[in-house]
């Protein structure tokens, strides 16, 4: 039995209480990672709110023990936060970002890649070995603490891996083609992300947005952007699978009122990295603006302002800290100057007022 030894203890600190009470074997709160997510992926409240729904079931152990804790679909745009949002509650959960098991469907679009899923068949190379692309232990996870497994750009899966799919959707588990060992996902938390629907969603909401289309009631164009992507789902996949998945969730495209938190966030990653230069940087307001006009792109949401760092700020960060490598300790500010970023100290009084500010 898996997580034997977690079961007994887990039992014994419960066994003692006076009154019934009740407990949970799982260590996270849902609350606690909400909240980081809420902190870090911009304007998706009612996509987090889903999964926030999810966690607080599985949290309350009220699934289905044959099956996964939950089977959820985050869709919507690129550059929107789906694979953010599962990395960033992996960290949440696990403690760092990488303790998934990710498996990228664009690698598996060919169905003779397609037994790199489950290992090679009987008589063919590796089949004694049992070599397979998922990582065992990221999916049983532990007794307190569930796995988490992401299918990457699930439009892009060939025919038999999405049969492999729905066997585990179905009962939670995977046998391996070589016969020799069987994959457990009970105690996995599956995620999936797509963005099909997402092209045929854009061109509608742009012809929507010109001429006497623009007055329709709200309503009706939400539910019209919803049917165009259950019509996007069911020519791409069978109802059978459809009908196996806990959760849709749709993630919106950014928009204008978002800028502002798309420049913070990136400008909180770089800092990360400077950390480990003992550096920080600050941005002045109107270099702030610029970066916003720069980097915002509704088609391509936060990977956008993401490249406009890469070609713009972090070059400019990277020649001051090679010109001046004793820099270490300090507060650099980043302004523009025409068309150019400049990078130059900021003492202890404008740091004081930026920090006010």
């Given at each position: 039995?898996?997580?034997?030894?977690?079961?007994?203890?887990?039992?014994?600190?419960?066994?003692?209480?006076?009154?019934?009470?009740?407990?949970?074997?799982?260590?996270?709160?849902?609350?606690?990672?909400?909240?980081?997510?809420?902190?870090?992926?911009?304007?998706?409240?009612?996509?987090?709110?889903?999964?926030?729904?999810?966690?607080?079931?599985?949290?309350?152990?009220?699934?289905?023990?044959?099956?996964?804790?939950?089977?959820?679909?985050?869709?919507?745009p690129t550059g929107v936060g789906k694979t953010e949002t599962v990395r960033l509650l992996t960290e949440a959960i696990h403690g760092k970002a990488d303790?998934?098991?990710?498996?990228?469907?664009?690698?598996?679009?060919?169905?003779?890649?397609?037994?790199?899923?489950?290992?090679?068949?009987?008589?063919?190379?590796?089949?004694?070995?049992?070599?397979?692309?998922?990582?065992?232990?990221?999916?049983?996870?532990?007794?307190?603490?569930?796995?988490?497994?992401?299918?990457?750009?699930?439009?892009?899966?060939?025919?038999?891996?999405?049969?492999?799919?729905?066997?585990?959707?179905?009962?939670?588990?995977?046998?391996?083609?070589?016969?020799?060992?069987?994959?457990?996902?009970?105690?996995?938390?599956?995620?999936?992300?797509?963005?099909?629907?997402?092209?045929?969603?854009?061109?509608?909401?742009?012809?929507?947005?010109?001429?006497?289309?623009?007055?329709?009631?709200?309503?009706?164009?939400?539910?019209?952007?919803?049917?165009?992507?259950?019509?996007?789902?069911?020519?791409?996949?069978?109802?059978?699978?459809?009908?196996?998945?806990?959760?849709?969730?749709?993630?919106?495209?950014?928009?204008?009122?978002?800028?502002?938190?798309?420049?913070?966030?990136?400008?909180?990653?770089?800092?990360?990295?400077?950390?480990?230069?003992?550096?920080?940087?600050?941005?002045?307001?109107?270099?702030?603006?610029?970066?916003?006009?720069?980097?915002?792109?509704?088609?391509?949401?936060?990977?956008?302002?993401?490249?406009?760092?890469?070609?713009?700020?972090?070059?400019?960060?990277?020649?001051?800290?090679?010109?001046?490598?004793?820099a270490a300790g300090d507060v650099l500010r980043a302004r523009l100057e025409g068309d150019r970023i400049v990078i130059e100290p900021l003492d202890t009084?404008?740091?004081?007022?930026?920090?006010?500010?």
């Amino acid at each position: 039995m898996p997580f034997i030894n977690e079961v007994l203890e887990h039992n014994q600190r419960t066994s003692g209480a006076t009154a019934p009470k009740l407990t949970s074997r799982f260590r996270f709160d849902p609350d606690q990672v909400i909240a980081r997510l809420r902190s870090r992926i911009v304007g998706q409240d009612a996509a987090l709110d889903a999964i926030a729904a999810s966690l607080t079931v599985i949290k309350a152990e009220l699934g289905d023990p044959r099956k996964p804790l939950a089977v959820i679909l985050l869709m919507g745009p690129t550059g929107v936060g789906k694979t953010e949002t599962v990395r960033l509650l992996t960290e949440a959960i696990h403690g760092k970002a990488d303790a998934l098991c990710r498996i990228d469907m664009n690698t598996l679009a060919q169905e003779h890649y397609a037994a790199s899923l489950t290992g090679a068949p009987p008589g063919y190379v590796g089949s004694k070995e049992g070599t397979t692309l998922f990582d065992k232990a990221a999916i049983e996870g532990s007794f307190g603490t569930p796995g988490i497994v992401l299918f990457d750009e699930l439009e892009k899966a060939s025919e038999p891996v999405v049969r492999a799919l729905m066997n585990i959707f179905d009962n939670g588990q995977l046998r391996l083609s070589s016969g020799t060992a069987t994959l457990d996902f009970r105690n996995s938390l599956i995620f999936m992300t797509s963005n099909i629907g997402a092209q045929a969603l854009w061109d509608y909401q742009q012809r929507q947005s010109r001429g006497w289309r623009k007055w329709l009631p709200h309503g009706w164009q939400v539910s019209t952007e919803a049917r165009l992507v259950d019509e996007a789902l069911e020519k791409q996949f069978s109802p059978e699978f459809l009908n196996r998945i806990d959760h849709r969730v749709s993630f919106q495209r950014l928009g204008n009122d978002q800028v502002g938190q798309l420049v913070d966030l990136a400008l909180e990653r770089l800092n990360q990295r400077l950390a480990r230069q003992q550096v920080q940087l600050m941005l002045d307001t109107h270099l702030k603006s610029w970066l916003g006009e720069q980097g915002f792109d509704r088609r391509y949401g936060a990977r956008s302002m993401a490249r406009a760092f890469r070609h713009h700020v972090e070059p400019a960060v990277a020649r001051r800290l090679l010109e001046e490598p004793d820099a270490a300790g300090d507060v650099l500010r980043a302004r523009l100057e025409g068309d150019r970023i400049v990078i130059e100290p900021l003492d202890t009084t404008d740091c004081a007022a930026q920090r006010h500010r």
